[in-house]
């Protein structure tokens, strides 16, 4: 199994920014999709950002241009530094991972609230 663990969340005035680390113990990292979903109260969970072993990314319409979404597979960590917050950010922030052959997240760490206020 893979195990996930966030740290990085908090509060945040609107136009600030905050870097949400995820560390990675279990099976081998390099071989996972790593990505971040999102999810606020009343609302269904999102994927912010992806990327894959490769390098490539994804990025949700809303966090593109502020989000940025990086991996070190040396360390097995993936990061999402968030930049220039706004209020509709506020969410419960995951960290997630899958095999490129899955197609859907089967790791998931516990969570970690993000609040940017007003």
């Known amino acids: 199994q893979v195990q996930l663990v966030e740290s990085g969340g908090g509060l945040v005035q609107a136009g600030g920014s905050l870097r949400l680390s995820c560390a990675a113990s279990?099976?081998?990292?390099?071989?996972?999709?790593l990505g971040w979903f999102r999810q606020a109260p009343g609302k269904e969970r999102e994927l912010v950002a992806a990327?894959?072993?490769?390098?490539?990314?994804r990025y949700v319409d809303s966090g593109k241009g502020r989000f940025t979404i990086s991996r070190d597979n040396g360390e097995n960590t993936v990061s999402l530094q968030m930049n220039s917050l706004t209020p509709e950010d506020t969410a419960v922030y995951y960290c997630a991972a899958r095999l490129h052959t899955r197609s859907t997240f089967d790791y998931w760490g516990q969570g970690t609230q993000v609040t940017v206020s007003s």
């Open positions: 279990g099976r081998t990292f390099s071989s996972y999709v």
């Open positions: 990327i894959t072993s490769g390098g490539s990314t």
